[in-house]
């Protein structure tokens, strides 16, 4: 059992119209016990990146929302349009903003005090949560809760790959042991000139506006690479941040990097008043041990607690 669930919670499923689908959500909620004591004007909304549905891998996201509401702070967990049990077809996180939009009106419908939601999301589905703050500039929403966000491209790939694998390799002096033993073909080091080509190119087509990772479909109002896009979404957000990172995850510094690298759009980013970073040194990208998901845990009930009430 989590840090935080010591103490009891209710689960109830509510049901979400969007665009003629039907949505799933799990709400999560303190029990009645506690309820007297809970903030019942602010939740959070956990949205599943992709593949995969409301309950998370190693059922993350369920413990997660079930430790949120044991401490007071009620969460709704989503299937999007076409994943886990909601209908419609599959979807990228860069066209999530109705689905999100839906499950938000079916709450309020639901509990009529929810005034204020914080949006939690893990890799993709925290990219997910700042466009949908750039695009729709939702009153509603209070905080934002980005674990380890997505942010990639061909060129941050490999570029990565060189800087935090490759590059760290080569200041190993047992690789250059095993290296003139024979025991490490050359293989590796054309691997690296490789990978390095690969950024190269992969940045020339970023910059020729031919990359990959352009929004699509109805999302595709601003034409825009996403990664700007979410830039946007995180400099205008007018409420507190929290940033989560693991240390030991690509994806993580892959933000990192494009925090530092990523041009005007995200220079200063991780400086903005309100931001707030937490570092875990040693998780991995899902926070897949006990500790690390209570670590989770408890930064984001108490970051929830301290978000600025409605006016």
């Known amino acids: 059992m989590s840090a935080l ?12 119209d969007c665009e003629g689908a039907s949505l799933v ?32 891998s190693h059922r993350q996201f369920t413990l997660l929302g079930r430790a949120l509401a044991a401490a007071g702070v009620p969460c709704l ?6 994943m886990g049990d909601a209908q419609g077809d599959q979807r990228g996180f860069d066209q999530l903003d109705a689905d999100i939009a839906a499950a938000l009106d079916a709450w309020q419908r639901e509990r009529p005090a929810l005034r204020r939601v914080v949006l939690w999301g893990l890799c993709d589905a925290a990219s ?31 570029r990565t790959q060189v800087r935090h694998y490759y590059l760290d390799r ?5 690789f250059w042991r095993k290296l003139l033993s024979g025991r490490v073909g050359l293989g590796a080091v054309r691997e690296l000139l490789g990978k390095l080509a690969q950024g190269r190119a992969a940045s020339a087509k970023t910059s020729a506006g031919t990359s990959t990772g352009r929004s699509a479909g109805p999302a595709a109002a601003d034409p825009r690479h996403y990664t700007e896009q979410m830039a946007d979404g995180l400099r205008a957000f007018g ?15 892959e933000f990192l990097d494009r925090c530092r690298d990523g041009g005007p759009a995200w220079r200063g980013l991780l400086g903005r008043p309100g931001l ?36």
Not at 239 to 253: F, H, M, R, T
């Open 5 to 16: 669930a010591a103490t009891t919670h209710r689960d109830s499923l509510l049901r979400i």
């Open 128 to 158: 997910a949560a700042l466009l949908y703050v750039h695009r729709r500039r939702d009153a509603r929403i209070a905080g934002l809760c980005l674990a380890n966000p997505w942010v990639r491209t061909e060129a941050s790939l490999a």
């Open 25 to 56: 959500g799990l709400l999560s909620e303190p029990a009645e016990a506690t309820a007297a004591t809970a903030p019942s004007d602010t939740g959070v909304l956990l949205i599943v990146g992709g593949p995969q549905y409301r309950v998370g």
């Open 77 to 82: 967990r989503l299937d999007h349009r076409g």
């Open 239 to 253: 409420g507190p941040v929290l940033l989560i990172l693991s240390g030991d995850d690509y994806v993580a510094k």
């Open 170 to 174: 080569l200041r190993q002096p047992s």
């Open 276 to 311: 707030r970073r937490e570092d875990l040194p040693d998780a991995d990208h899902t926070f897949s041990t006990a500790a690390w998901r209570a670590q989770v845990e408890r930064l984001t009930a108490a970051f929830v607690r301290d978000v600025p009430a409605a006016s």
